[in-house]
């Protein structure tokens, strides 16, 4: 079995970058940041989960991960999320971190499609939306397969907690969803003719009503279907809709 790993870091290229590589040819690849710590079977329950896709799908693997500081210890986890992962929910929120994802060459083919000079929030996010809105199959394991170490470097850091979510509302305020959500559209646009049908509604809809006023933004927005994961991530989402920042 061939993995390759795209590895990031201070020091490192973009693994997004990486995995838009000319002539990269591997059955199965693998983001991974050099402090976080891997359980000893992330590769094999992401691969045994990957391998029940057909291979001329696009397919990916995230999971739940472990928190810890700089000494190891062990401080919480990743939210938990429980609904279907889809196109409509990677619209807007991404649903696993970078260092747990595991993806198949359809997927990378994807990437290499869309192109290394884009500017997207995260390599991560990205790879969500690409293979969910080309309909291929997207699998979040419950179980956390990283240890996602804790420090005062990290790029993105954990999305759990209280102070995490004051962080997302001050984000909210300060209109970064929506400048996110303009780089995402811009990036999508490239990927629109690989789309599934169904998919391409999705997103012209979404497209069409962030430039609505608030009464037809709402109503495009629920025929879209777009969603997040958690009652609380819902709720901020339609306070972004109210208040035009997404």
């Not at 739940?64 to 196109?87: H, V, Y």
């Not at 995260?122 to 997207?138: M, P």
């Not at 990283?146 to 209109?175: K, P, T």
């Not at 962030?210 to 994961?229: D, I, K, N, S, T």
């Amino acid at each position: 079995m061939m993995v390759q790993l795209l590895r990031g870091g201070a020091q490192i290229d973009d693994p997004h970058l990486q995995a838009c590589a000319k002539n990269l040819v591997s059955e199965y690849y693998a983001f991974c940041d050099q402090d976080d710590v891997w359980e000893a079977d992330k590769l094999g329950r992401a691969i045994d989960a990957l391998e029940q896709v057909d291979s001329d799908v696009p397919a990916l693997y995230g999971s739940r991960t472990r928190l810890i500081d700089e000494g190891g210890n062990e401080i919480g986890f990743s939210p938990l999320f429980r609904k279907m992962p889809g196109f409509r929910s990677a619209l807007v929120q991404s649903i696993a971190g970078g260092n747990t994802m595991v993806f198949n060459q359809k997927a990378r083919e994807l990437l290499a499609f869309c192109g290394a000079d884009l500017d997207v929030p995260s390599h991560d996010w990205w790879l969500y939306q690409v293979v969910s809105g080309c309909s291929g199959a997207v699998h979040y394991d419950a179980y956390p397969s990283v240890r996602y170490r804790q420090h005062g470097q990290n790029v993105i850091g954990s999305n759990a907690g209280f102070v995490a979510g004051m962080r997302r509302m001050r984000m909210l305020r300060q209109g970064r969803f929506r400048q996110w959500a303009e780089l995402n559209v811009a990036a999508l646009t490239r990927l629109r003719p690989r789309m599934s049908t169904e998919n391409r509604q999705i997103f012209e809809l979404f497209c069409k009503a962030r430039q609505r006023p608030l009464l037809q933004r709402a109503a495009m927005l629920v025929e879209a279907g777009v969603y997040r994961q958690t009652l609380l991530g819902n709720l901020g989402l339609a306070a972004a809709v109210v208040l035009n920042k997404m």
